[in-house]
């Protein structure tokens, strides 16, 4: 499995600049985003775009190592018990866009049993 890694205050901050620094036209679509030619998780480019503009609504931002390199996802809170997950690639250029979903519940708790909760070892 994978492992989350939660970025500091600091790499957050950079992340978030250099995606600003882009208009989401110029990242390219990934070919996971798609599923059969329409978007896997539901999300169209039309709404990831609305999402990525909101940059004041990134709460949080972890990277994950993955055989092309490490995906970034930013996390937007839009309301209570609306989240949406967006993934991108970033260590090469153009950079992409990977992934997008949504989350229809509060997110705080989610994020503190991923990162800070108690987690089993089996």
Do not use: C, W
């Not at 110029?26 to 985003?33: A, G, I, L, P």
């Not at 992934?99 to 997110?107: H, L, M, P, S």
């Amino acid at each position: 499995m994978d492992e989350d890694i939660l970025v500091n205050p600091q790499e957050k901050e950079t992340l978030i600049d250099r995606i600003k620094a882009k208009k989401f036209g110029e990242f390219r679509v990934h070919r996971h985003y798609f599923d059969r030619g329409k978007p896997r998780h539901g999300i169209s480019l039309e709404k990831a775009q609305e999402i990525f503009e909101q940059f004041d609504k990134i709460i949080l931002v972890y990277k994950r190592k993955k055989p092309l390199g490490f995906t970034y996802t930013f996390i937007y809170k839009i309301g209570k018990k609306q989240s949406y997950f967006l993934i991108f690639l970033l260590d090469n250029e153009p950079y992409e866009i990977f992934d997008a979903y949504f989350y229809g519940k509060t997110i705080e708790k989610r994020i503190f049993n991923k990162f800070f909760g108690f987690k089993p070892k089996y």
